[in-house]
């Protein structure tokens, strides 16, 4: 019997979300992204012989998806950005597609003196906080800079 990770409640490891987010984006079967969920979680390996284990693979397995849906809508809306031109013309979406995930888990590990890899052992509950407080912060920085550039204009 396998300990069940709470997906919704964030329980599972920064790595792992990454992993798993990388594996619903991927264009492999529903099987394989079922068997590879597991394995990614728990790091065990499905035997589709045993129907009684079965029934307890299928019913954990929508707990999880269920707990990804609900991360992936919180993303989608809470960390939303959508770049000003001048971003746009900088390159930023090159950017964002070269350095990926990493880009934020060098921010952390260097804001919180971290290894990198200890950043992606992190509850991702966890991680999610600290991204989405940073982004309220750049929001405001942003909004209060527009401010005070506008007071210089006049």
């Known amino acids: 019997m396998l300990e069940r990770i709470d997906i919704k409640a964030g329980d599972l490891t920064y790595g792992q979300r990454i992993?798993?987010?990388?594996?619903?984006?991927?264009?492999?079967?529903?099987?394989?992204?079922?068997?590879?969920?597991?394995?990614?979680?728990?790091n065990v390996k499905i035997d589709f012989s045993n129907l009684k284990q079965m029934k307890m693979y299928v019913e954990y397995?929508?707990?999880?998806?269920?707990?990804?849906q609900f991360w992936f809508e919180k993303e989608k809306t809470l960390l939303e950005y959508i770049p000003e031109p001048e971003e746009v013309r900088a390159g930023i979406k090159e950017l964002g597609e070269k350095v990926g995930y990493f880009g934020a888990i060098k921010t952390?590990?260097?804001?919180?003196?971290?290894?990198?890899?200890?950043?992606?052992?992190?509850k991702y509950g966890k991680v999610f906080?600290?991204?989405?407080?940073?982004?309220?912060?750049?929001?405001?920085?942003k909004r209060l800079n527009k401010q005070y550039e506008q007071k210089l204009k006049k």
């Open 19 to 42: 992993e798993l987010g990388n594996l619903y984006a991927s264009q492999k079967s529903e099987v394989d992204k079922f068997k590879e969920t597991f394995h990614i979680l728990h």
């Open 61 to 68: 397995f929508q707990q999880i998806v269920d707990g990804l």
């Open 108 to 122: 952390l590990a260097k804001n919180y003196s971290q290894d990198p890899d200890d950043i992606l052992e992190w």
């Open 129 to 141: 906080g600290i991204i989405y407080t940073d982004f309220e912060e750049f929001k405001y920085q």
